[in-house]
């Protein structure tokens, strides 16, 4: 089993930065295919945020394009997200997702909430 531990998550006025990260408790980097955000705010469906590929590819909302950046350390086994410019329709749970050849794991989530 994996578990994915979220971090970073708070409150932030629209305009600001947050950065959120994702810890696995093994070392992933070499059974791991995708890696990625998403989110969920309250009422709506979990959405794809952001994701990024074993190959190093990466993907994203087209809310989030040019604001936000998804990164990886392999040697710490963590997961990024760079938030830039929030929004306030930004705020919402934020959930780290392993793609994996073991399986699929999710974190517990952390929550960002943009307002001013």
């Known amino acids: 089993q994996v578990q994915l531990v979220e971090s970073g998550g708070g409150s932030v006025q629209p305009g600001g930065s947050l950065r959120l990260s994702c810890a696995a408790s093994?070392?992933?980097?070499?059974?791991?295919?995708?890696m990625g955000w998403y989110r969920q705010a309250p009422g709506k469906q979990r959405e794809l945020v952001a994701t990024?590929?074993?190959?190093?590819?990466?993907v994203y909302a087209n809310s989030v394009k040019g604001r936000f950046t998804v990164s990886r350390d392999n040697a710490k086994n963590t997961l990024y997200l760079q938030m830039d410019s929030v929004k306030v329709d930004d705020t919402g749970a934020y959930y780290c997702n392993l793609q994996s050849r073991i399986g699929t794991f999710w974190g517990q989530g952390t929550q960002v909430t943009v307002s001013s």
């Open positions: 990024v590929t074993a190959g190093g590819n990466t």
């Open positions: 093994v070392s992933i980097f070499r059974i791991y295919t995708a």
